[in-house]
Structure formats: structure tokens, C-alpha cells
């Protein structure tokens, strides 16, 4: 039996001892490369839409109270978070109908908040020389007021708490009668 060249016993053209000559696989790495890179770039494009088209209408703005008064024309009828501080002595509450009313402020801005629900945190308690920061979530009025559909109180930091207990006082938010925290 005679051989041609490029005969061998595996068949006709194999590139075996040749070393430029490219393996078979080597031609499918960089179709999937291409495939990979373009899924990548559909799914970044989709996740940018996503996140594009979502802070249009529902996006939930949160602005201390100094600079939501500064323009609430651009702030009217959207969904917003005020945080300020309560204005000792401006909280009211009427049993029926359930409602709360009181007034925060920042930076010598004050807006005046209605909350028309019956429940709101323990926390949010009038405490003489102690701001209590105050957060609330719902849309400007065209009045300048607030009507909130939500009220978060923050509690004063552990560390202000402390010192007013070795003062001897009790802990603000507390029952009376409870013990100390």
C-alpha cells in the first residue's frame, strides 16, 4: 500500500504534527464569545430600560424639609420623604376622625403635616430638650402642607440616652414605671 501525502490512518488531511494549522475547536471560541458578549449587552440594555422607565412616575424623593420648601411647585403630586425635626409643642391629635397634625422643620423652614390615620410609632413622642427627628412619606399640598401617609420617628442615639439616664432620668419613650433600657 502506497501513501500520499496527506494520508495518514485517521484519513485524508489531518493536521497532526502541524503546528500552524488551527485545532477544530478553535473556530467555535469565538462565535461563543461573540454570543456571550452580545447576551450581555441585551441584558445590561434591558436593566438600564428597567431602571430608566421606573424613576419616571414612582420614583420616591427624600429631601429634608429646607429644600422641599425651597420648590414644592417640582414636588407637588409625586410621592416624597420630608425629614426635619418636630417643632415642640405642635403635635395635635383628634380621635374622630382619627388624625394627627403637628409641624417639622429644618433649618428654620417649617411645614405643617397631617396625618390622617389613628396609629403612629411609640416613638414619636413630644420630648422636652431633645429634637426628635421625624420622617414622613406622602405628597406636598398646593398650601405648602404635608399630608403624609406615613410617619417614621427616629429614636435619640443610645449614647444621648445614657447620659440622660446617669442624669437620672428615664429613658423618654418608656412607659411610666418601666425600668431603665
Not at 421606573?54 to 410621592?79: C, I, M, Q, T
Request: charged share 20%; aromatic share 6%.
Amino acid at each position: 500500500m502506497s501513501s500520499t501525502p496527506g494520508d495518514s490512518p485517521e484519513g485524508p488531511f489531518t493536521n497532526e504534527g502541524d503546528a500552524s494549522a488551527p485545532a477544530p475547536r478553535a473556530a467555535a471560541a469565538p462565535k461563543r464569545n461573540v454570543g456571550l458578549v452580545v447576551g450581555l449587552v441585551m441584558a445590561a440594555s434591558a436593566l438600564a430600560g428597567f431602571v430608566l422607565t421606573g424613576l419616571g412616575e414612582g420614583a420616591l424623593y427624600s429631601k429634608p424639609v429646607d429644600e422641599l420648601l425651597a420648590n414644592p411647585a417640582k414636588f407637588a403630586g409625586r410621592p416624597v420623604r420630608a425629614e426635619g425635626n418636630l417643632v415642640h409643642g405642635s403635635i395635635e391629635h383628634r380621635e374622630s376622625p382619627c388624625e394627627w397634625r403637628f409641624v417639622i422643620e429644618k433649618k428654620g423652614a417649617k411645614m405643617p403635616v397631617r396625618y390622617p390615620q389613628c396609629i403612629v410609632p411609640d416613638t414619636f413622642r413630644d420630648v422636652p430638650n431633645m429634637d426628635v427627628g421625624v420622617t414622613v412619606e406622602g405628597q406636598v399640598q398646593g398650601d405648602g402642607s404635608f399630608l403624609a401617609t406615613t410617619v417614621l420617628a427616629k429614636c435619640p442615639s443610645k449614647y444621648e440616652m445614657q447620659e440622660r439616664q446617669q442624669k437620672g432620668e428615664q429613658m423618654p419613650h418608656a412607659p411610666p414605671g418601666a425600668g431603665s433600657f
